[in-house]
């Protein structure tokens, strides 16, 4: 899976950067190739039907033994776990509520670990992507969100999901960045200069 390369993430940069010259929010954006790496994906699936095909198969035929039941259910585990550990068949294996319930996890955890919930009047807000699992969040602070209903990121969101989707990540990214800062220039507007969190994109490989 190809991330943003460095000139990419410098676009982005920027992109925030114009924006903070008009508002009193700190922003940071996250982009994760995945939020898991669902390692145990492939081997409960290819457990499930090692364990309920050949046995299946016992209703209609009996040219298989006891033996010959172990053996065929030990080699189609084997063969079942390395196809599903391959990226493009593990994502499609997964729920999209588990895929989606770890994203979230991990949007959460960017959004303490990169300080957003100790800026100067709780005004961070983080704009979270997670790649493989096609998951846009953004997640404002008290600051902010007493003054912008939550329900004003959905479109916002929306957009953002579909153009991740398409493999349009940097498109998406500069697009959702304008449009969280039309709303922030009106509802949290710049009152003094201030910087405190670094303008870059964080990638998590």
């Known amino acids: 899976m190809r991330l943003l390369t460095q000139a990419e993430c410098q676009l982005v940069a920027e992109a925030i950067e114009r924006i903070e010259r008009d508002t009193d929010a700190e922003l940071v954006t996250v982009l994760a190739a995945q939020a898991d790496d669902y390692r145990y994906i492939p081997l409960l699936w290819a457990s499930l039907v090692a364990l309920v095909l050949p046995a299946a198969l016992l209703l209609f035929t009996d040219w298989l033994g006891a ?9 189609l585990f084997v063969v079942l776990a390395m196809v599903f550990r391959m990226p493009s068949v593990t994502t499609r294996l997964i729920p999209r509520s588990v895929r989606h319930w770890r994203a979230c996890n991990l949007a959460r955890r960017q959004f303490i670990e990169q300080n957003l919930h100790h800026t100067e009047g709780d005004t961070g807000i983080l704009i979270f992507v997670s790649e493989a699992e096609r998951y846009v969040e953004i997640i404002a602070d ?19 999901t579909e153009q ?42």
């Open 67 to 75: 033996v010959e039941l172990l053996l065929v259910q030990w080699a």
């Open 142 to 160: 008290r600051g902010i969100s007493s003054r912008i209903d939550d329900r004003a990121w959905e479109s916002i969101v929306a957009a953002f």
């Open 164 to 205: 991740v989707r398409a493999g349009q990540v940097l498109e998406g990214f500069i697009i959702c960045i304008e449009a969280c800062g039309a709303l922030l220039r009106q509802h949290v507007p710049k009152t003094h200069p201030r910087n405190e969190l670094p303008n870059r994109l964080v990638v998590l490989e």
